[in-house]
């Protein structure tokens, strides 16, 4: 019984810790998104959107995904006649970036840089489409889009139903983050009662090892794997007041996080848009892998430097 208490009194903690930013930032998008100030910004993004072959009208999708979530860039994608290549690099690039307001906000509440999150996520997003477009020679065709539940702009009247669609995504996002993150903070307490989150740790570590991470952060991995970065910072929030993650750790698993999370929902959420979606799995993994490793790497490097220059120091005194 304590178990279930404790599970729920840290979850809802947790839920009302996010809300406090889910909730306005949502408003204030979602009421954005009823002004002309999305355009604006699509038509500057057109020149760039060339550069990593796209047509102008590309930029609406990559605007709405970045400021609102994956389901809006979808839904402005099947308005827009394109090849299955030019989906495909629109679905990379929303993989890696999406969702930019809420998510930099949350990275902020854990003590890393907003710059460091946009730096990763929008660099990820250019650098991947820029070489898809580069190397790859096919996928010509014209997409051939299925059935999917988009989210199609609703019509409101007049300012005060744009202002009340806005309270109204907020709660229903909020109510989103709660279904997942009590449920999620139940269960690790389970595991913790249990002795179950030191064997997880223990399963896991081969991997974290592997990442440079250490084998704490492993709970706060499978969360974001699975469930979503959001979600998974709810959880590394936690573990970062329980166990004294390191800050190093928490930036190198936010990093993994960022280049894959949700692999389930923000695989198969393509799917109906007519691409391959096998490929779009592979290259989130692996450079999340290859972009944690290479940073733990100059990192370790660095603070080795670091010591042996102030071991030097102290010698030299």
Not at 34 to 59: C, F, H, K, R
Not at 150 to 170: M, N
Request: aromatic share 10%; hydrophobic share 55%.
């Amino acid at each position: 019984m304590n178990t279930l208490k404790n599970g729920v009194l840290v979850g809802l903690k947790t839920t009302w810790m996010l809300a406090k930013i889910i909730f306005p930032i949502t408003l204030i998008v979602t009421i954005l998104s009823y002004t002309p100030v999305l355009d604006w910004v699509a038509q500057a993004m057109a020149p760039l959107m060339a550069w990593i072959g796209l047509p102008g009208e590309a930029a609406i999708p990559l605007v709405l995904g970045n400021v609102l979530n994956l389901y809006a860039a979808i839904g402005a994608i099947l308005s827009i006649e394109m090849t299955v290549k030019e989906v495909f690099i629109l679905a990379v690039m929303l993989s890696f970036s999406h969702n930019l307001f809420v998510e930099s906000a949350i990275a902020v509440k854990l003590g890393i840089r907003i710059s460091v999150v946009l730096a990763v996520r929008i660099g990820l997003a250019l650098f991947s489409a820029w070489m898809i477009n580069l190397f790859w020679q096919g996928g010509g065709e014209t997409a051939q889009y299925g059935l999917v539940s988009g989210a199609s702009q609703p019509s409101v009247d007049g300012w005060g139903g744009v202002i009340w669609q806005g309270v109204t995504s907020a709660a229903v996002g909020v109510g989103q983050i709660a279904l997942v993150v009590i449920p999620i903070m139940i269960f690790i307490q389970v595991m913790k009662d249990m002795n179950w989150l030191d064997r997880f740790s223990d399963w896991m570590s081969p991997f974290t090892r592997t990442l440079g991470i250490e084998k704490n952060t492993s709970t706060t991995l499978a969360s974001g794997l699975l469930f979503g970065l959001a979600f998974g910072a709810g959880v590394m929030i936690q573990e970062a007041k329980e166990k004294n993650v390191k800050k190093k750790d928490l930036y190198l698993v936010f990093i993994f996080l960022v280049a894959c999370h949700a692999v389930i929902e923000d695989t198969l959420i393509f799917i109906p848009l007519g691409i391959p979606v096998l490929p779009l799995l592979i290259i989130r993994l692996v450079t999340a892998i290859l972009l944690t490793m290479l940073i733990a790497y100059i990192w370790n490097r660095m603070e080795k430097k670091e010591m042996l220059e102030r071991k030097e120091a102290n010698y030299e005194y």
